[in-house]
């Protein structure tokens, strides 16, 4: 059985860290610096997803063009969530790789009846195939050697 973006959700954890479109674009450079992480998901106030921003974002956006990251809002920098693509939890962990590779996606936030329940990036869907192909290839070294 194929595993899902929910599996890896219970192993990585449910955690989003967000934004709102109205805060500064240096806000969110700050957010990401702090956690360590590549993107934000841009929600309202009631925590609707409405886009995610990305490193990318802030850097081709605002400062590539010579824009300030003082006085650009999130909402000139955002992707909305019209032009990129969400998982939900029963997709499979290849079906993300095939959206993040075709796409041309780096993260894809995970929506539940609508709700905001998680985030895969390229970095955890490469380290779930890496893990998988790693536990093939011990059992099939067990499975040779009959140490099985
Ligand atoms: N060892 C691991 O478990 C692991 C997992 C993912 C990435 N990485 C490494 O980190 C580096 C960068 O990773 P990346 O390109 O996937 O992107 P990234 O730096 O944006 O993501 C790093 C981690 O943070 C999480 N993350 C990112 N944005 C988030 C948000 N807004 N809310 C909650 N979680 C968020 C991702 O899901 C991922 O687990 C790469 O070198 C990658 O190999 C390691």
């Known amino acids: 059985m194929s595993t899902t973006v929910g599996d890896l959700l219970r192993i990585k954890g449910t955690k989003v ?13 700050r957010r990401m610096s702090e956690k360590h992480i590549g993107c934000l998901a841009v929600v309202t ?4 997803l409405t886009g995610i921003v990305s490193e990318r974002d802030c850097l081709w956006k605002v400062i590539a063009p ?9 909402k ?4 909305p969530l019209a032009q990129m693509k969400t998982v939900v939890p029963a997709q499979t ?16 936030p995970v929506l539940e009846d609508g709700k905001l329940a998680g985030l895969v990036s ?7 195939m890496l893990d ?15 140490t099985f």
């Open 122 to 128: 390229i970095g955890d869907v490469v380290k779930f």
């Open 76 to 79: 000139d920098a955002m992707t």
């Open 45 to 48: 106030k009631a925590g609707k």
């Open 17 to 29: 860290e967000t934004i709102t479109a109205a805060e500064t674009v240096l806000e969110a450079i």
């Open 93 to 108: 962990v290849e079906e993300c790789m095939g959206l993040i590779t075709s796409r041309r996606h780096r993260h894809l």
């Open 132 to 146: 998988a192909q790693e536990a093939t290839i011990q059992s099939l070294e067990k499975y040779i050697t009959g």
């Open 66 to 74: 010579g824009g300030s990251p003082k006085t650009h809002l999130v």
